[in-house]
């Protein structure tokens, strides 16, 4: 391993994967040492904008008068996400019925539909039809309030109180990566995500031409550096101290 065979990973197939499927080809604690933590986010519990549900509590009242009839989505079974609205629903002391999907996609087209009567989700894949006014946001899991939504309060504000479910993000290497290699990365990546303004590159996609899409790959140590940074550069304008810090990482991969 050389360095430029990363991967990004999170607590389903890490953490609970392990748990919950018997005699798995791999060991995470042994295959994949950690490099660097990168991302929290929560699970956000919503439902169409055209449900008659409005808040939590209006869900917790309904589901104790009609237990079981009212219906969850989530990406599938055994995920973090299925895993919060299990939590959730011993929290309140309810009883939901859980759809699972196979994937986040799904869920949340049959949530917009109404097919469902709440989703459960990871904010960012529920994010682009909160913010188009499609989707409502009841609550959030983690301890404090998103700040990609300041308004929607927690779960335990909400009256549960100490919920917190949220779900991590991580960048790994195969075994044998050399501890040169995991320190370097670990660096450049802490030095990364310290930088003012923040690394995402969300809002400068409709800028880049689909060769410029290299980027992402060569900050993982999956592309060649130089000539991606050339083509960055011809694409688009960062401050100076944002762009020392994008390819900070991606030159210090390089061979």
């Known amino acids: 391993p050389t360095g430029y065979d990363l991967v990004m990973g999170q607590k389903d197939n890490l953490v609970i994967g392990p748990w919950l499927y018997k005699n798995l080809p791999w060991d995470p604690t042994k295959d994949l040492p950690a490099l660097a933590h990168v991302a929290y986010t929560p699970v956000v519990i919503a439902t169409s904008v055209n449900s008659k549900y409005k808040t939590l509590a209006d869900v917790v009242a309904a589901a104790k008068a009609s237990p079981g009839t009212i ?11 299925h895993l ?15 759809i699972p999907y196979k994937g986040s996609n799904p869920a949340l087209m049959d949530a917009l539909a109404g097919n469902v009567d709440l989703l459960v989700s990871s904010l960012p894949s529920a994010m682009g039809q909160i913010k188009a006014g499609k989707l409502r946001p009841l609550a959030v899991t983690s301890a404090k309030r998103s700040s990609s939504l300041p308004e929607v309060p927690t779960v335990a504000e909400s009256g549960f109180k100490d919920f917190d479910v949220s779900t991590w993000y991580g960048v790994f290497a195969p075994a044998g990566t050399p501890a040169a290699v995991v320190t370097t990365v670990n ?4 030095k990364l995500l310290a930088t003012p303004g923040g690394i995402d590159l969300g809002p400068l996609a409709p800028r880049l031409p689909e060769a410029h899409v290299n980027l992402g790959f060569a900050l993982l140590g999956l592309g060649h550096a130089s000539a991606a940074r050339r083509s960055f550069e011809q694409a688009i304008d960062l401050r100076p101290e944002q762009a020392n810090a994008y390819w900070g990482l991606a030159t210090a991969l390089e061979p």
């Open 71 to 81: 219906t969850y989505g989530s990406p599938g079974n055994g995920t973090s996400i």
């Open 84 to 98: 919060a609205g299990d939590l959730f629903e011993k929290a309140a002391g309810v009883k939901l019925s859980h």
């Open 187 to 190: 660096s450049e990546i802490n």
